[in-house]
Nanobody
């Protein structure tokens, strides 16, 4: 089992940047896949980016070239660097972890991008 705690959300103007962090309660070396999802009001939760234990990454088309996912297993922490933010990036961002066949979620952090 693992607890995930996100931080770093907030209000930013369009074109600005934010960095989200996700701290895991256990060694990240044991977490196969970590990632970020987001959910905007009235919309389904969607994949933003994921990163495997060996560093392979996948991004949603809508964030490619603007967002960068990274993980520091020694610190049990995952990051999402978001640049060139757009109003449509406004959502609650959730940290995700997969360990074998089980998945875990953080409580979410709000990101609001003003135009």
């Amino acid at each position: 089992q693992v607890q995930l705690v996100e931080s770093g959300g907030g209000l930013v103007q369009a074109g600005g940047s934010l960095r989200l962090s996700c701290a895991a309660s256990r060694s990240a070396f044991s977490i196969n896949v970590m990632g970020w999802y987001r959910q905007a009001p009235g919309k389904q939760r969607e994949l933003v980016a994921i990163i495997t234990n060996n560093g392979a990454t996948t991004y949603a088309d809508s964030v490619k070239g603007r967002f960068t996912i990274a993980r520091d297993n020694a610190k049990n922490t995952m990051y999402l660097q978001m640049t060139s933010l757009k109003p449509e990036d406004t959502a609650v961002y959730y940290c995700y972890a997969a360990i074998t066949s089980r998945t875990y979620w953080g409580q979410g952090t709000q990101v609001t991008v003003s135009s």
